[in-house]
C-alpha cells in the first residue's frame, strides 16, 4: 500500500483512522521525502556558495543536482529554474521583476477567471503601479477557459495572460499549449500557475512553450516552504532582480552593484536547501510511481468519486472530462463549513469554502463547497467513508 | 457529540432565522465578516434611551453563524446596551472557559456552547457578537 509510506496517514482523528483527502490545499510527504529532509540537516546542514569548507561544497552539490533533477523533470534547464519559497512567490517574482519593467499605462493583462488569488492579485498590485489593467478571461459554466472570448481579448492587444495549469476548485485541465500558441501568435507572455500539476500530469515546459511555470514543492509531496519559477532563457537571462541580498550579486559598492547571472541573481539570502533537497526527493518519489500510473488511478477514483456523490444526487462542480481528482460539492443546502466538521468527526479531511478562488466561485453563483482533493495513497474506502458523513450531515440537517 | 454541536434549536434557528432583515430607520448598524470562511452579518440597531428596541440581522455562512446571529437579536432586544454587553461576556466566557458553563443564566444560548469541543467553529458563534458591540460602540446614525 502506498499510504504505508506516509507516517502522518496512520492516525486517528476523533476515534476514526484519518481519511485525508486534502491533498490540493497539501499533499501528505512519504517517508524518503521526510528522510532525504533530515539527511541534510544530519550530515551537512551547511550554508551553500560560500563556505570554503567540505560541508558546504556538499551542502552546494546537494542544493544544484536537486534544482537539476528539478529543472529536468519539466523539460527545462538548471539556469531556467530558480528556487522561491513557494509558487505563490514564484508568480510574485514574475510579476515584480517582469511585470514591473514591462507593463506600461494601458497595457492590459489577462487572468482567467478561474485563477487562485495567487495568480491574479500580484498581477493587481503590479498592474495599478505600472498604470495597466487586469481583465477576466470568462470560463464557461463547466469551468472551461473560453479560448474564443480569449482569442478576441488577444487581438484588442494584451501584454500577458496569467492561467493555471489545473484547477484546484473544478480540476480542469488547462489546454496550456494550446493558450500558449495563441497568446504568443498575439506578442503575449503566458505565465502558467502550475501549483496543481506536478502531482497530477505530465510537465513539459519546451512543449507546452509557457513563458513562466510556477511550481510548489508541498502540493506535490514535497516539503512546505519551497517551490520554484521556471522562465524561458531568452526572457530571465534579462529579468532585473526584485530582491536583494547575499547570493544575488556579483559586484558591490557604493559607486554601483551587479548582480549574478540568472538563476541566482533571483535568490537573494540563504536558500532553503533542505527544502530544495525534499523537493527533489518527492519529484523522484513521483517519477518512480510514474506521473501516467498516478494519473490514470486518480482518474479511475475520481470517477468512482463522482458516481458514489450523484448516486446521491449531488453533482461535482466542473466538466473537464479529464480532470484531476478533485471533487467540489455542496450538499443540499447545508453550509460547506458545517459539512466540514461533520467530516471531521468522521476522521475525514477535506477543504470548505472559496478555496482562494473567489472569482470563480462568484462566476458559479457560489458563496463556498465542499472540496474532496485526491492523492497517491487514497482509495475507494476512502470515499465510502465521505458518503457516510454525507449521509449523516443529511440526517442532522434533514 | 456532533448531536450536542447541531441541537435541534440551532438547525432551527438556522433555518428560519428571527429578526431578519433590514432596520431603515437605525440608530446605529455594523457588518461582521470573517475572510477565512466568508460568513457574513449585516445588523442594524434601533437604540433609544440606552434600549436596545430593536435589531435586524442579514447575514450567509454556516448553521452556527447564522443561527448565533439570530439567538443574539431574541437575547438582547428590549436589554439596555450594559446588559447586552454583560449577555455576550457571560457568553464568550462560557465558549472559552475549560468549565461547565452556567446554562440556567445562559439561557437558550446555552444551545451553542457545543462549540467548546470545535475550537475552529467558536469565532463562527462569537461573529454576530462582535458584529453588535462594533455597531454599539459606532456614532448615533
Redo the contacts between chains.
Keep these: 500500500m502506498i499510504a504505508d509510506q506516509f507516517p502522518a496517514l496512520n492516525q486517528k482523528v476523533?476515534n476514526r483512522e484519518l481519511v485525508y483527502l486534502d491533498s490540493a490545499a497539501t499533499t501528505q510527504r512519504p517517508k524518503r521525502v521526510i528522510e532525504a529532509i533530515n539527511r541534510f540537516y544530519q550530515q551537512e546542514g551547511a550554508n551553500v556558495h560560500r563556505g570554503a569548507h567540505e560541508l558546504s561544497r556538499r551542502a552546494t552539490d546537494l542544493f544544484e543536482d536537486s534544482r537539476k533533477v528539478l529543472a529536468e523533470s519539466i523539460n527545462a534547464e538548471s539556469r531556467e529554474f530558480v528556487f522561491t519559497k513557494g509558487c505563490s512567490e514564484a508568480i510574485n517574482l514574475a510579476a515584480y521583476s517582469w511585470g514591473l519593467a514591462n507593463l506600461n499605462s494601458g497595457d492590459r493583462v489577462l487572468v482567467s477567471t478561474m485563477e487562485h488569488h495567487s495568480n491574479l492579485v500580484p498581477w493587481q498590485l503590479v498592474a495599478e503601479h505600472a498604470g495597466a489593467s487586469v481583465e477576466p478571461i470568462p470560463v464557461t459554466d463547466d469551468v472551461l477557459l473560453d479560448l474564443d472570448a480569449l482569442e478576441a481579448q488577444l487581438k484588442k492587444g494584451a501584454k500577458l495572460v496569467a492561467v493555471k495549469h489545473v484547477c484546484n476548485v473544478s480540476g480542469t485541465v488547462n489546454p496550456i499549449k494550446e493558450i500558449c500558441l495563441l497568446a504568443h501568435e498575439h506578442d503575449a507572455v503566458v505565465v502558467v500557475d502550475g501549483a496543481q500539476s506536478l502531482a497530477h500530469c505530465a510537465v513539459d515546459v519546451k512543449d507546452l512553450d509557457a513563458d513562466f511555470y510556477a511550481l510548489a514543492g508541498h502540493k506535490a509531496y514535497g516539503p512546505m516552504g519551497i517551490g520554484g519559477l521556471y522562465v524561458r532563457w531568452s526572457i530571465l537571462k534579462d529579468m532585473k532582480p526584485w530582491q536583494g541580498g547575499g547570493g544575488m550579486i556579483r559586484k558591490v559598492s557604493f559607486d554601483g552593484t551587479t548582480f549574478a547571472e540568472p538563476p541566482e541573481r533571483f535568490e537573494a539570502g540563504t536558500p532553503n536547501v533542505g527544502g530544495a533537497v525534499g523537493f527533489a526527493e518527492a519529484v523522484r518519489f513521483i517519477q518512480d510511481l510514474g506521473i501516467e500510473t498516478i494519473a490514470q488511478e486518480e482518474r479511475v477514483l475520481n470517477k468512482f468519486a463522482e458516481s458514489e456523490l450523484s448516486a446521491l444526487g449531488i453533482e461535482t462542480i466542473g466538466g473537464d472530462p479529464n480532470k484531476a481528482g478533485i471533487l467540489s460539492y455542496n450538499v443540499d443546502a447545508?453550509?460547506?463549513?458545517?459539512f466540514g466538521?461533520?467530516c471531521d468527526?468522521f476522521g475525514v479531511a477535506i477543504r470548505?469554502?472559496?478555496h482562494c478562488c473567489m472569482p470563480l466561485m462568484k462566476r458559479l453563483g457560489l458563496?463556498?463547497s465542499a472540496r474532496a482533493s485526491l492523492g497517491v495513497y487514497n482509495s475507494k474506502h476512502d470515499i465510502i467513508v465521505m458518503i457516510e458523513a454525507i449521509k449523516?450531515a443529511r440526517k442532522?440537517?434533514? | 457529540?456532533?448531536?450536542e454541536?447541531?441541537q435541534e434549536v440551532i438547525?432551527d434557528h438556522g433555518k428560519s432565522p428571527r429578526n431578519s432583515g433590514v432596520l431603515e430607520k437605525a440608530t446605529h448598524e455594523a457588518e461582521g465578516y470573517n475572510p477565512?470562511?466568508?460568513?457574513e452579518v449585516h445588523l442594524t440597531v434601533v437604540v433609544k434611551d440606552g434600549v436596545i428596541v430593536d435589531l435586524k440581522f442579514e447575514g450567509?455562512?454556516?448553521?452556527?453563524s447564522q443561527a448565533s446571529a439570530s439567538m443574539m437579536t431574541e437575547a438582547v432586544k428590549g436589554k439596555n446596551v450594559e446588559e447586552a454587553k454583560a449577555i455576550f461576556k457571560r457568553f464568550h466566557d462560557a465558549l472559552m472557559s475549560r468549565e461547565d458553563p452556567d446554562y440556567d443564566a445562559l439561557d437558550e444560548l446555552a444551545s451553542l456552547t457545543g462549540v467548546k469541543d470545535?475550537p475552529?467553529?467558536i469565532k463562527?458563534a462569537t461573529l454576530a457578537w462582535h458584529c453588535l458591540e462594533d455597531a454599539l460602540e459606532g456614532q448615533d446614525a
Design positions: 476523533n447545508i453550509h460547506p463549513h458545517d466538521t461533520i468527526q470548505a469554502g472559496h458563496a463556498a449523516e442532522i440537517f434533514g | 457529540m456532533l448531536q454541536l447541531y438547525i477565512y470562511c466568508g460568513d450567509q455562512g454556516c448553521a452556527i470545535y475552529s467553529r463562527c
